[in-house]
């Protein structure tokens, strides 16, 4: 568990505040008397000491407190004679020592995820071909699934009629059958990622349902049917439906009609029998467009169409969705009685803002997050990952979308921090609330 100290002068005093995780701050009396105040602090071998904390290193002891390793601290109580010739007890800090590094540094999400759950990242290129090599080592000790970030969509595997270009997705395949990891296939139907061409003939006009679902089809069976047996899963169509929970009115919809997304469906079980099929979307938690995902999923079973389960985007804010909407929303889609896994976690930082607004406003962590807001995101990772261990049973994989802030697809030139890594590829506060509630729950 993360235990985190802060010192502060106070009339020339010291005052000492320790929190265990994402508590409150505790500030320790002054005549507080050199017991040990936090579990953490049972740390064998230390060498001996009057009194200590174990909390995350300050480097500044005016008052700054960072998040990094931990230390122990000693304080000494000296007696000092005062200029009036009185006796009076003064308090110094002694030493700082640094005794292991990075509060939660070993630990390792896949090994402290509930059994049933993966947990694993959407990788770029770099990853996969092994270019970046630091991230390289960091996904294979952290994680045991793999998600393509682009490399699988239609225009990258099809990018002509009659051009198939797999190199690419066949390295990024091997790079998780080589690490013994889950593998997931995203995405086969979309609206977005994919040529014009497909949805047009010849003639530059819309083509016919026929011909559609022909290209369809090929498009699947060429894909799913190339990575039978290796692809765990598939993210089979994404995004079909509006915020209204009415049938998105994308190329596919207008081109083939509403069964499309059963089509799919069919398709793909047709390429590959054994492989997982989800349906994956974004903005579950509102109510109007989760009740047209389940209305879309249960029109799926009542076809005794294979759809396992229901892929959760996942791409929040600090406030928004609440937790008792996250909750809300697991319960909902699991009651279909399919999986629920969270395909693309990402937690965004910055505001909505038009195009072209004042940066100071669009781009306000341009020089650096402050502590205050990276304690928030820490605590909201903790928060959802609280409600997904709650629901256990329910929820069977956990997807982030990227490694690392500057892995992101939410900078698009905006400095945002969206992940559990920082730019430096070091673990975040909310990696340590992260571990922090995964080592709870497997007490509990
Ligand atoms: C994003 C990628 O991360 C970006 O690199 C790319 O430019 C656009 O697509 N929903 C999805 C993902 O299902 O495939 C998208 O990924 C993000 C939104």
């Known amino acids: 568990m993360a235990v985190e100290l802060r010192v502060e002068i106070d009339y020339a005093c010291l005052q000492f505040a320790y929190r265990v995780g994402t508590t409150q701050w505790t500030w320790v009396p002054q005549q507080f008397d050199a017991s040990i105040v936090s579990d ?6 230390l060498p001996n000491f009057t009194g200590a904390f174990v909390g995350v290193a300050c480097q500044d002891m005016s008052g700054a407190r960072c998040p990094a390793d931990f230390v122990w601290f000693e304080y000494v109580e000296r007696r000092v004679e005062s200029e009036e010739n009185t006796m009076r007890w003064d308090v110094a800090v002694a030493g700082i020592v640094l005794v292991s590094t990075g509060a939660h540094q070993d630990a390792l999400l896949k ?38 970030e682009n490399v699988l969509k239609f225009q990258s595997t099809q990018p002509a009629a009659d051009r198939y270009t797999f190199d690419a997705a066949d390295r990024y395949v091997q790079f998780g059958l080589d690490r013994h990891m889950q593998v997931v296939g995203h995405n086969l139907v979309w609206h977005s990622q994919t040529g014009a061409w497909v949805f047009q003939g010849a003639d530059g006009k819309s083509v016919d349902r026929d011909t559609l ?7 699947i069976h060429a894909v799913v049917g190339r990575y039978k047996g290796k692809i765990h ?36 079980h047709e390429a590959d029998p ?8 974004f903005n579950l938690e509102k109510p109007a467009k989760r009740a047209g995902v389940i209305k879309l999923v249960k029109d799926l079973q009542a076809r005794k169409l294979r759809i396992d389960g229901i892929g959760n985007q996942a791409h929040w804010r600090l406030e928004t969705p609440s937790v008792a909407e996250i909750d809300e929303a697991l319960v909902d889609l699991h009651s279909t009685g399919l999986k629920v896994m969270y395909s693309e976690l990402d937690i965004n930082l910055l505001p909505n803002t038009p195009r072209g607004a004042d940066p100071a406003v669009a781009n306000p962590y341009a020089d650096g997050l402050p502590d205050a807001v990276q304690q928030q995101l820490a605590r909201r990772y903790a928060d959802v990952f609280g409600v997904f261990v709650k629901h256990r049973d329910a929820v069977t994989r956990v997807t982030f979308l990227g490694l690392s802030d500057a ?14 890594w920082d730019r430096q590829r070091r ?7 992260v571990v922090e509630v995964l080592r709870n729950a497997r007490q509990r």
Not at 274 to 281: K, Q
Not at 427 to 433: C, E, G, I, Q
């Open 407 to 420: 892995d992101s697809w939410l900078n698009r030139g905006r400095m945002n921090y969206p992940l559990l």
């Open 274 to 281: 054994d492989a997982e099929l989800y349906y994956n979307d």
């Open 40 to 45: 953490e602090a049972t740390a064998p071998g």
């Open 213 to 219: 679902l022909a290209r369809m089809r090929d498009h």
């Open 233 to 268: 899963g598939w993210d089979v169509v994404n995004d079909a439906i509006d915020g209204d929970g009415s049938m998105r009115k994308s190329p596919w919809e207008l081109g083939i009609g509403d069964d499309y997304v059963a089509k799919a469906f069919e398709f793909a």
């Open 427 to 433: 673990p975040k506060p909310a990696f340590d609330a």
């Open 111 to 148: 090994d402290l995820m509930p059994s049933g759950m993966v947990v694993g990242v959407a990788i770029n290129q770099r990853q996969f071909e092994g270019t970046d090599a630091a991230a390289v080592d960091l996904i294979t000790k952290q994680f045991n699934q793999i998600s393509p």
